[in-house]
Each structure stands twice: as C-alpha cells, then as structure tokens.
T-cell receptor
Framework: EAEVAQSPRYKITEKSQAVAFWCDPISGHATLYWYRQILGQGPELLVQ????????DSQLPKDRFSAERLKGVDSTLKIQPAELGDSAMYLCASSLAVGGTDTQYFGPGTRLTVL | DQQVKQNSPSLSVQEGRISILNCDYT??????FLWYKKYPAEGPTFLIS?????DKNEDGRFTVFLNKSAKHLSLHIVPSQPGDSAVYFCAASALTGNQFYFGTGTSLTVIP
C-alpha cells in the first residue's frame, strides 16, 4: 500500500539552529499538506500545496518557517531559527485532489525537540 | 478559536463493549467530517467519514452518526477490541473549502 514518507522521524536541535523536514507524498497525489501537532492538541495546518503552488499558508509563521515543493512532488519544510516553542510533531499529508471531501493520508511525522 | 471540539480527553472501555467518542463543532458551514485514529509514533490513519447529506455511515465495527442540528457527531465502535486503543481525532471541512479542522483528540483504552 502506498504511503506518505517523512524524514527524519526524530530531530533534536538547539534553539537558533536551522532544521529541515522532508516529505514524499503518495504518488499521483496533487495536494500536499504540512501540519504541526503540539502535544495534547489536534493537527494544525501550516501550509497546503497543489502541485508546486501554495494554496494556503495563512498559518505559517513566515518570519521563520518556509516550505517548498519545487517540482510538485516532494516537499521540504524549514525552520530557521528554531525556537523552544517549535517543539512538536510535524506531519505531512497528501490527497489526490484539492477539496473539502478529499481524504488526507498522513505520514509518520517528524518529532522535533528544541533545547 | 477551536472550531472542532472533543471534550473527553480520554475514555476506557472493556473489551467487547461499545466505545462512543464524541465531537462537537461550531461552524455551520462544515459539511464533511472524518475520524482519524493515531497510534503513538505514527501519523493519523483515516478511519471513516460522513457528509452532511447523511446522518449515519457504517463500516464494519465503526459507525459515525451526525446530528446537524446539534452540530454533533459521534463514533461508535462495536465491539471494542484492545487493538482499538489509540487516540481518535475528528476533523471537519466545508465542501467549498480546502482545509480540515481537527479536534484535540480522545485517547481510547480498551481493557482486555
């Protein structure tokens, strides 16, 4: 069964350092999402791509976060500089198309710890 | 402002009994709802969905009920099994939108 791949699975960094996460969606899925999940809360959308274009990045802290999906396939989420409050699970999801009824399939996530 | 709420952070049920997980939402524009299940150290896995044109959707042991007037949905698991122990998230979206809003999750423990 096709899966969303993410790496690394775990990342520990010191504040003010740069970190990057990678996501490879299910083949053929046009839409890719990055979520942040803080412990005890539900996932919150950071950015959504359709192919290589950003559809929604209204909740992405753009002063320190950036995301790209240059060829419309895999994607990278970067944080620079990392802050203590960025410690969370970063989840990537993909769906076949854009739309409120399209099921999103999640990867295993990257657990970030900022010291 | 939490648009999707799961007010029970945890639930314990005996194996073989029914598990009922609840979810409330505030946005009347939401018309599509999903339940996800999440094991530790894994991403959420899609479980079941329902659109607002229905009030019930069933898939094996899992049934989701939607009460639009009350802005409430529930997930029933019958019979509950130890492997069902996980965190369950409900999520809601508007057909005209492109974003799912997630609840805070309910941790279900099924006791053998």
């Amino acid at each position: 069964e096709a899966e969303v791949a993410q790496s690394p699975r775990y990342k520990i960094t010191e504040k003010s350092q740069a970190v990057a996460f990678w996501c490879d969606p299910i083949s053929g899925h046009a839409t890719l999402y990055w979520y942040r999940q803080i412990l005890g809360q539900g996932p919150e959308l950071l950015v959504q791509f359709q192919d290589e274009s950003v559809v929604d990045d209204s909740q992405l802290p753009k002063d320190r976060f950036s995301a790209e999906r240059l060829k419309g396939v895999d994607s990278t989420l970067k944080i620079q500089p990392a802050e203590l409050g960025d410690s969370a699970m970063y989840l990537c999801a993909s769906s076949l198309a854009v739309g409120g009824t399209d099921t999103q399939y999640f990867g295993p996530g990257t657990r970030l710890t900022v010291l | 402002d939490q648009q999707v709420k799961q007010n029970s952070p945890s639930l314990s049920v005996q194996e073989g009994r029914i598990s009922i997980l609840n979810c409330d939402y505030t946005n009347s524009m939401f018309d599509y709802f999903l339940w996800y299940k999440k094991y530790p150290a894994e991403g959420p896995t899609f479980l079941i969905s329902i659109s607002s044109i229905k009030d019930k959707n069933e898939d094996g042991r899992f049934t989701v009920f939607l009460n639009k007037s009350a802005k409430h949905l529930s997930l029933h698991i019958v019979p509950s099994q130890p492997g069902d122990s996980a965190v369950y998230f409900c999520a809601a979206s508007a057909l005209t939108g492109n974003q799912f809003y997630f609840g805070t999750g309910t941790s279900l423990t099924v006791i053998p």
